[in-house]
């Protein structure tokens, strides 16, 4: 049994080295190609951090400085001159041009989208807001409800209720009882009055501290009555 197992390591120690010695052997052929292989992968990683820090940063840096003055005028409701400047400073569409890849330049997108709300440019607000990503709840709940807005604006009431449903589904006090409350118009809307009564039950349930909560009963009411 002892030399049985004796005999089983031996062999054990053989394939070990057989593979050493095979891998050794490969490396040898092959030390140009794997030498070739790893100066490739450092200048693809070197030449990474140095775009990204050489060129994106600088970029980007620009980019904030850039949209500052077009903000200013979205805060005045001076649309126009947000979304295209005043001939000295650029608007939201030329940092889009300038600028897309950045985050500034995402956000310009989400600006100009609802610029053209406010202009009833509902098209071309669409257009934007489908663009524009974001990954902070609060943004991405308001640019969802205002794609929602420029839906409804131009008639197509399906989409826009997709669109308040998302938003609504952000759970926060600020936005998610001002999109539920157009959810439930736009269901009233469309004579789903069940589902308009859940929307406004919702808005009395979760979130009775909000504006909305102070004024959903009578569009409760309204919504009840019609299901009867």
Known sequence: MSKEKHTHQDDSFENVESALSKTEHFIE?????????????????????????FYFLPLEQDAQKQIFYAQQYFEKDSFNLALNGDGQNAGFLEIIEEYGSTKAGNLATYYAGVSNLHLGNYNEAVSYLKDFSADEEMVAATATGALGDAYAELGENDKAIAQYKDASSFDNSLTAPTYLMKLGVMYEAKGEYQKAVEAYKTIKDKYATSAEARQVDKYLTRAELQTK
């Open 29 to 53: 052929e092959n030390q140009n190609r794997l030498s070739m292989i790893a100066l490739a992968v450092i200048i693809i990683v070197a030449g990474y951090w140095g775009i990204k820090k």
